[in-house]
Structures are given as structure tokens and as C-alpha cells.
T-cell receptor, first 117, second 111 residues
Framework: DTAVSQTPKYLVTQMGNDKSIKCEQNLGHDTMYWYKQDSKKFLKIMFSYNNKELIINETVPNRFSPKSPDKAHLNLHINSLELGDSAVYFC????????????????FGEGSRLTVL | SQQGEEDPQALSIQEGENATMNCSYKTSINNLQWYRQNSGRGLVHLILIRSNEREKHSGRLRVTLDTSKKSSSLLITASRAADTASYFCATGQGGSEKLVFGKGTKLTVNP
């Protein structure tokens, strides 16, 4: 039973197209994230939702629009894809700050490799 | 701005040897976490150390934290070929759910 699952695993598309990546977690966590990992393996946070509310929105082009229909799902839609969007996108979830007020362990999906041609 | 910086960027050792990776960060943190990423896979949490802790162990892993130097180290003892992966440190800051990752150390353990 996969804890954090994201689809599709691979996505190859042309510049200018629109695409979506879906993520689901069955851990009962309140907080979900999207991270982008570039070709140099650098992992950068993009968005975070807590119980369907957007709580972190880094400097990301507004072509990227996250959506959380419920706390177990966080989708990422990308409009007008550009070459520089090619990367691996990771979804993750956590318990959030919890009683300690500290960010806990993140559980990651296997990643969605997006290639823009 | 990026928080953690791992050192070295790449490390190659023989099976059975110990591997040490370092992480430095810039601002105050409430905890520091280490993750492993096998090639083509997602990240897996290894260990979390809080800012008021100095050392933590988990199996063959030992993590130290020096908040005065803003640095942490991950030691893997008696390494195995299966430890081959990239290792990332990540820092959590007070009151935020954001976890900021470093660039990672690529560890290769040769059989």
C-alpha cells in the first residue's frame, strides 16, 4: 500500500502544452507539498497545503497552479510549459507542525519526471 | 535562499569503510533532518535531530549537530553497497512547515 503516490511517473510533452500531476497520500497527514528537483539534484519547495489551505507559496511562476480538493490530495497543474520546467516533481506529506511546533518527517512520492521538448 | 550545503558533493568508498557527510546551514533552525535518495526514487527520511540535541543514533547512522557552528554531520558506519545513494540534509525553521533541502552528497560504496 503506497503511502504517497503520484501520477504519472513520466511525462513527455511539447512546449506550450498544459499538463497535470496528481498526488494522493493515505497517511492521514494534514500537510502536503510539491518540490521540484532539477538536473543537478537540487530540491526546491514550491507549494505546501495544510488541510486544503495554501500555506507556502514560493516564488513560482503563476503558470503553476496547485489544487487540493481534500487533505489527502494535492494536484499540480502547469500551463504553457517551457523547456526550463523539465525536472522531477515530488509530492510529499507530513503531520505538519504537530504539538512540538516543528516540521516533522516528510514522506515522499516516487516523483514525476517531466520532460518538455 | 538555500539553507543546507552538503560537503563533499561526492564520496566514493569501499564496502566496510565509514562514510562521513557534512551539512552547513545559515540561519537558526528548530531541527535538522537527513534523507536518502536512491537513483530514480523518492527521498526517504533517515533521522531527525532537534536543535537542543547534540547527537543521535539509528542503527549504523550517527548524526551530530553543532548549533554554534551551524553544522551537522552524518556518519554511516560499516558501509554496504546498498548504501549507495544521494544524501540530503534539510532544515526546519520555527513556526514554519517549510523544510529546506541542501544540494546533497552522492555516496558510492564499492563492493
Amino acid at each position: 500500500d503506497t503511502a504517497v503516490s503520484q501520477t504519472p511517473k513520466y511525462l513527455v510533452t511539447q512546449m506550450g502544452n498544459d499538463k497535470s500531476i496528481k498526488c494522493e497520500q493515505n497517511l492521514g497527514h494534514d500537510t502536503m507539498y510539491w518540490y521540484k528537483q532539477d538536473s543537478k539534484k537540487f530540491l526546491k519547495i514550491m507549494f505546501s497545503y495544510n488541510n486544503k489551505e495554501l500555506i507556502i507559496n514560493e516564488t513560482v511562476p503563476n503558470r503553476f497552479s496547485p489544487k487540493s480538493p481534500d487533505k489527502a490530495h494535492l494536484n499540480l497543474h502547469i500551463n504553457s510549459l517551457e523547456l526550463g520546467d523539465s525536472a522531477v516533481y515530488f509530492c510529499a506529506s507530513s503531520q505538519g507542525l504537530g504539538t512540538s511546533g516543528q516540521t516533522g518527517e516528510l514522506f515522499f512520492g516516487e516523483g514525476s519526471r517531466l520532460t518538455v521538448l | 535562499s538555500q539553507q543546507g550545503e552538503e560537503d563533499p558533493q561526492a564520496l566514493s568508498i569501499q564496502e566496510g569503510e565509514n562514510a562521513t557527510m557534512n551539512c552547513s546551514y545559515k540561519t537558526s533552525i528548530n531541527n535538522l533532518q537527513w534523507y536518502r535518495q536512491n537513483s530514480g526514487r523518492g527521498l526517504v527520511h533517515l533521522i531527525l535531530i532537534r536543535s537542543n540535541e547534540r547527537e543521535k543514533h539509528s542503527g549504523r547512522l550517527r548524526v551530530t549537530l553543532d548549533t554554534s557552528k551551524k553544522s551537522s554531520s552524518l556518519l554511516i558506519t560499516a558501509s554496504r553497497a546498498a548504501d549507495t545513494a544521494s544524501y540530503f540534509c534539510a532544515t526546519g525553521q520555527g513556526g514554519s512547515e517549510k523544510l529546506v533541502f541542501g544540494k546533497g552528497t552522492k555516496l558510492t560504496v564499492n563492493p
